[in-house]
């Protein structure tokens, strides 16, 4: 089975550091099933071309498996060797996990940014035809051709096969490509050729992270990935409509952990000058413990720093941090070393997925909760979502906020006017907007408010950070008051 992955983007050989594969020289990979073969039969700075070749041993599959399910003749005589299918799913991300995950050492903005492709697919078993292809990638943005092959040139009256020519074009990140095959490549003919348990839901609610909650046909994606399995695509299904179908709205976590790990490092190189982001989480911290809160929440916590922070200060008894992405989580666990705490470290901390914009009842009944530079990232029309779920349903005693003050960007010699200071802010407040904003929270739901500064203060357009310490109350009276050297 053959698949080609091309792009005119100049110079169109950085294809090969997206790849992490080098355009000059062909590589063999053993993947047990068979052997991957990666080259370049295009190479130029115009136009390159990199090939996937995967060459299946459908005999060596089920040699020495006796006469039970490898016995039968379909076994041996079948088309692994040439459609494709979920062994190349397997090659996917075996031979490209660097590129599959958005990674790329000497080109990371690149890695981060949409380009022209085109994929090519030569063949593929499509139950449904071209119609069903349509369905599965339109909606991601992709222009479709197939090109059908007939069942029997000779016989012409017997029609067509299943088996279709895919070409897929599309302005998108590799990374974004090499997932969307990786999910839909299996789904396209419906199989699977390992077994399907608990843990194909983690890897397609993994992979489809970022696109698969809002597709209009998840519902048959989930059932043709997991093979029918009933009882998987209940929960594959139950997990994503809930918590997910914002996840691209958000931003809060990027598609991929390290996606975000390249857009978070161009923010803090922005800010590094002055040691903003520590600055900040040390601030957020401040005010957790001037609060008296034992149990906090850490919504839109992202790779975990401060978790971190709170995990080593005894006060603060549980710990829980929540973040729209399962990647970003895993990253989270990973830097805690959750796995290697003593039980009474490990015991204070959860980590949880979820959506700012949807009630859950387990953001119910903590004493404070921290929202560090992510109200930024949602979409205008979700902030009456987001401030039901925590100052109507959550209802903290204490709320921490912090966001940019837009009105400080022009302190940044590398921004240019009139950009954002991430890529993923979908608005940067004015101290004056963000003041009338959460003048309107507090009157709404019965809270006051401290707006206080972070980093540096300009005399002329503030500190870099806003932050917001809201305190719930039963007086009915609601104040907004801005502290000194806030401008």
Not at 157 to 181: K, P, Q
Not at 344 to 355: E, K, M, N, S
Not at 440 to 458: K, Q, S
Request: proline residues 6%.
């Amino acid at each position: 089975m053959l698949l080609t992955i091309r792009t005119t983007h100049a110079p169109a050989t950085d294809l090969g550091y997206l790849l992490g594969k080098n355009p000059a020289r062909s590589q063999r990979f053993d993947l047990g099933f068979g052997t991957a073969h990666v080259f370049y039969p295009e190479a130029t700075e115009e136009a390159c071309t990199a090939a996937l070749l995967l060459d299946v041993d459908p005999v060596g599959l089920v040699r020495g498996r006796g006469n039970g399910d490898g016995g039968t003749l379909d076994q041996y005589v079948n088309d692994r060797p040439y459609a494709a299918s979920s062994f190349l799913s397997v090659a996917l991300s075996r031979v490209l996990r660097s590129a599959m995950s958005g990674v790329s050492r000497d080109r990371p903005e690149l890695a981060a940014t949409a380009i022209p492709l085109e994929a090519r697919i030569t063949v593929v078993p499509v139950r449904g035809g071209a119609e069903v292809l349509r369905r599965l990638f339109e909606p991601l943005g992709y222009v479709v051709d197939a090109e059908a092959h007939p069942l029997d040139p000779a016989h012409p009256e017997w029609g067509d096969s299943r088996y279709l020519t895919v070409t897929l074009r599309a302005e998108t990140r590799l990374a974004a490509l090499l997932t969307h095959l990786y999910v839909l490549i299996p789904v396209l003919d419906g199989a699977k050729h390992y077994f399907v348990g608990d843990e194909e839901v983690e890897k397609l609610l993994r992979h489809g992270e970022g696109w698969l909650a809002a597709h209009p046909e998840r519902t048959m994606i989930a059932s043709r990935y997991l093979k029918r399995r009933r009882s998987l695509v209940d929960q594959a299904l139950a997990r994503l409509v809930e918590p997910e179908p914002d996840a691209a709205d958000e931003g809060a976590a990027p598609d991929e952990p390290t996606l975000a790990a390249v857009r978070d490092a161009e923010e803090g190189a922005l800010e590094a000058r002055i040691s903003l982001h520590q600055q900040r989480l040390e601030t957020v911290m401040q005010a957790l413990r001037e609060s008296g809160a034992a149990r906090v929440l850490d919504l839109g916590c992202g790779e975990g720093k401060l978790l971190r922070m709170l995990l080593a200060e005894p006060r603060f008894t549980e710990i829980v941090g929540m973040d729209v992405s399962h990647r970003v989580l895993e990253v989270a666990a990973d830097r805690l070393k959750l796995d290697r705490q003593p039980p009474r470290v490990r015991d204070r901390v959860r980590l949880i997925h979820g959506a700012l914009t949807y009630r859950d009842g387990r953001l119910a009944g903590y004493d404070a909760a921290a929202v560090v530079e992510v109200i930024e990232h949602l979409d205008a029309p979700r902030l009456a979502a987001f401030e039901r779920v925590l100052w109507e349903y959550a209802r903290p005693e204490t709320i921490v906020l912090t966001t940019p003050n837009a009105e400080y960007n022009v302190r940044w010699p590398t921004l240019p006017a009139g950009r954002f200071r991430h890529r993923d802010h979908r608005f940067e407040w004015t101290r004056a907007e963000f003041a009338e904003w959460a003048e309107g929270v507090c009157a709404r739901f019965g809270y006051i408010v401290r707006l206080l500064p972070v980093g540096p203060v300009d005399e002329e357009v503030g500190a870099p950070t806003q932050m917001a310490v809201f305190t719930r109350t039963d007086s009915a009276m609601v104040d907004v008051s801005l502290e000194s050297g806030d401008g």
